[in-house]
């Protein structure tokens, strides 16, 4: 059976810091490229980070020098440092782990973000 969790999300001022992680099993995790995205109220599904399974990322250019996605594939767990968090980075964040035949999705954490 397949899981993604993520957790570590929360409420916080603006500027603050959050780091998010993503628990999975049942899926080869060394060769998935995991993804994290984020859905804000009202609007669309966005890519935040990506890695690739060397550990290539990339960032949306709203994540940029504030984020930094990791992961750990002895832990199979996926990780997304946030830092200098702003009100609009307010969203539910998604786990999302693809490549050859997986494509699966997290439930999500909610992250805050005040002013």
């Known amino acids: 059976q397949v899981e993604l969790v993520e957790s570590g999300g929360g409420a916080v001022r603006s500027g603050g810091s959050l780091r998010l992680s993503c628990a999975t099993s049942?899926?080869?995790?060394?060769?998935?490229?995991i993804d994290w995205y984020r859905q804000a109220p009202g609007k669309q599904r966005e890519l935040v980070a990506t890695i690739t399974s060397i550990g290539s990322t990339g960032y949306a250019d709203s994540a940029k020098g504030r984020f930094t996605i990791s992961r750990d594939n002895s832990q199979k767990m996926a990780f997304l440092q946030m830092n200098s968090l702003k009100p609009e980075d307010t969203a539910t964040y998604y786990c999302?782990?693809?490549?050859?035949?997986?494509?699966?999705w997290g439930q999500g954490t909610q992250v805050t973000v005040s002013s």
């Open positions: 049942g899926i080869v995790f060394r060769v998935a490229i």
């Open positions: 999302h782990a693809r490549g050859g035949d997986t494509d699966y």
